[in-house]
């Protein structure tokens, strides 16, 4: 049945023009994007999925640009903590050549002055962006340490920032110093006797360290009759418990610094014992001390059960004042003009230089941790890129193909609804 009412095949025509239209503008949208899902209603899936990870993209550009301020902050310390390990050991040369009895010891210590002023001047210019991570004397929890932003961790649960820590590693060379009133002070921390008994170690785990508070060590032998030791020698107090004015007043001590442990502090104060038991021509086996991680070592040859030697640790809070002082502190102490001068700095310029070379070895691991999640970073970045351009972009050759094969079919179409229209038009002879 005909009808000049109803035009099946026009109809038709029109719906597979209008389906060839659409397809075709689908294909100009990618192709003049770049993109075949461009918005949420493209494939709302896709598109959620494609700007998380972009997100995540310019979150990691950020924790780039973050690790590379962060390097360079280390590559700076570090740099300094190797030109200052090069001067102490310059200043050891210096050291050595005043062992020599027929040598002008006033020139040596005055080149050794210079080389301490040189010191001085390398830490304090060794700052980025106006920080330097080789002073740490505040007293402020947390300070002793910085954190360089280095990854975002996503989970089902969320998004949490990961951190890279890098602690400072003080060279200064400014004095410490220790209260002689005021504040919470215990005579007896740890304490040991050798005797009979002639190893003993004292536990510094068990006392609680904090920027501030301070450390020393106490000695006080008794041999009645000074026939294994001369008793005066070796003891650094008037009587057998500590004051805290002797304590502020003692070469061996220490004011921690924050982020110090129990094993930092066992370690320098060995470190001073070494110094002071050169500087008093004193003998290690009548008594050394030795750090073992988080203790002292106490050692005799000599005491038996009626010659003894009594070791302690005395602590002074922090809430009485003290000064942390630089870690190099001891430099202001290294004098060559004697002969037992010379012999002192010699066991003290040892400590300082290990110290030095830790401190360099510490901020050249951080930087090759740094440079490494870098690395990572700038891979990880790429694979995102990668990764959204595989589920969102459009693939320009099939595209190219597929508008032309739309294009042919549009004429096609539109040729088709043309003679569709005129199909009517044969019915006008059925009235003639």
Known sequence: MSSILTNNGAM???????????????TQQEISTGKTVATAKDNSAVWAISKVMEADVKGFKGISDSLNLGQSTVAVARQAAETVSDLLTDIKGKIVAAQEEN????????????????????VGAAQFNGLNLLSNVSLTAGSGEINILSSLDR??????????????????TDAQAIQATGGTFTAAGVTGTLNATQTVTLDLSTLTIEAGKAFAIQIFGTDADDSTFTQADYRNTAAAAMTQAEAAAEPMAYVARDGDTAQDVAKILAEKWATYLAANNLDSNVLD?????????????????????????ATVGADAGNTIGGRLAGLADVDVTTQAGADSALASIEGLINTAIDSAAAFGSAQGRIETQLDFVSGLTDALKSGIGTLVDADMEEASARLQALQVQQQLGVQALSIANKAPQSLLSLFQ
């Open 12 to 26: 038709v025509a029109l719906q597979t023009l209008k389906t060839i239209n659409s397809r075709l503008a689908t």
């Open 289 to 313: 001390i030795q750090a073992s991680g988080s203790g002292l070592v106490l050692t005799s040859t000599v005491t038996n059960a009626t010659d003894l030697i009594a070791v302690s640790v």
């Open 155 to 172: 989970s089902g649960t969320g998004v949490t920032a990961s951190d890279i820590t890098v602690g400072k590693q003080d060279l200064a």
């Open 103 to 122: 040598v002008d010891r006033d020139k040596i210590q005055a080149d050794i002055s210079a080389l301490r002023d040189q010191i001085s001047a390398v």
